[in-house]
């Protein structure tokens, strides 16, 4: 049996996979390589997973259905599937609406029909947001918080798809779980991301923006965390069909202007840092309440930003040979 990942040149997708394929599992990944960046550090990821006898690549855009769904049929020894591929980006969901409903609620429903096709599909586990919580005051944010006033379209797009799961869960009896991740970084992350801008800005000596006045704090979560936690998740369905929504982060919040001192110490350079006010759809503050994935799944982070940060540094200055 195999494991279908969407998104899998991704930075989650593509961790994701890899941590499969190292346990020995099959793995069928789809990637469309959108040029929302740089399609070279797709490809980078993609490489190794490639080279996996136990991998198999399939290009195509998840919100094509006359590509997705003939997989029922082709691959019907797919029996889970994590779904993380989306169109990214809160501040450039303003700018271009129409994308991010195209792949994070048309693709989104392309995959739920393709997985109650699929005759021996276990569990299908998808990426949400920490971005549905929107303008909730209330912290840490906790899955049974309201989550009806999103800021952004790209937040719309991510609680459009929880409802569409419910749904399809409600007609066909899915096993189903969503991740409401928070914000994700580490090695291999994605360049438009405040971690890699970061730490470009601060090699090349170019000026950080900082947002809501340098008063913005997130909820750091690294890459391995992350994987550990969607893995645990994914190896535990629940018993009867359903849906469940869990929250997959680091159970803190850091001071912006905090990870930029890390990431200043990593580098051995002072940061040049502009302030800005917030802009539409930025969240001011993130934090994510684990409790019940932890309880659920056992599963707690253990990487903090400060062993965190100086990993994704080491990773950066590889990468781009500095």
Same mark, same amino acid.
């Not at 991301?193 to 090349?204: S, V």
């Not at 253990?302 to 100086?310: N, Q, T």
């Given at each position: 049996m195999s494991v279908l990942v969407t998104g899998v040149a991704g930075f989650v997708g593509s961790q994701v996979a890899r941590a499969l394929l190292? +346990?020995?599992?099959?793995v069928v990944g789809i990637d469309n390589f959108s040029p929302?960046? *740089?399609?070279?550090?797709?490809?980078a990821r993609l490489k190794p997973l490639r080279e996996d006898k136990g991998f198999t690549f399939i290009e195509g855009d998840i919100s094509d259905r006359e590509t997705m769904l003939p997989l029922a049929a082709s691959h019907g020894h797919i029996d889970r599937i994590v779904h993380l591929a989306a169109q990214p980006g809160v501040r450039e969901s303003v700018n271009d609406p129409y994308i991010?409903?195209?792949?994070?609620?048309?693709?989104?429903?392309?995959?739920?029909? %393709?997985?109650?096709?699929?005759?021996? %599909?276990?569990h299908f586990v998808y990426a949400s947001s920490s971005s549905v919580y929107g303008g909730n005051r209330k912290l840490p944010f906790a899955v049974g918080d309201r989550v009806d006033h999103p800021v952004s379209v790209y937040?719309?797009?991510? +609680?459009?798809g929880e409802l569409l799961v419910e749904t399809y869960v409600h007609l066909h009896k899915l #096993?189903?779980? @969503?991740? +409401? &991740? &928070?914000?994700?970084?580490g090695p291999w992350g +994605?360049? *438009?991301?405040?971690?890699?801008? $970061?730490?470009?800005?601060? #090699?090349? @000596?170019?000026t950080i923006k900082l947002f809501h006045l340098g008063f913005a704090r997130r909820d750091f979560s690294f890459i391995d965390d992350i994987v550990a936690g969607t893995l645990a998740v994914l190896d535990k369905p629940s018993a009867e069909p359903g849906h469940r929504l869990y929250n997959l982060g680091a159970a803190g919040s850091? *001071?912006?202007?905090?990870?930029?001192?890390? $990431?200043?110490?990593a580098f051995g350079k002072k940061a040049v840092v502009e302030l800005h006010p917030g802009e539409p759809g930025d969240m001011l503050e993130t934090a994510a309440d684990i409790t019940d994935t932890t309880r659920d799944f056992g599963w707690t982070p253990?990487?903090?930003?400060?062993?965190?940060?100086?990993r994704f540094v080491e990773w950066f200055k590889a990468y781009n040979r500095l």
């Open positions: 190292a +346990r020995g599992e099959q929302y960046y *740089d399609p070279i550090l797709k490809f991010y409903v195209q792949t994070n609620v048309m693709g989104h429903l392309v995959m739920v029909e %393709l997985a109650r096709r699929l005759p021996g %599909l276990k937040a719309a797009t991510k +609680r459009a #096993h189903a779980t @969503g991740l +409401r &991740f &928070f914000t994700v970084y +994605r360049p *438009d991301m405040a971690p890699y801008i $970061f730490a470009k800005a601060i #090699h090349e @000596g170019s850091e *001071d912006i202007a905090r990870v930029i001192e890390l $990431f200043e110490k253990k990487v903090p930003v400060e062993e965190g940060i100086p």
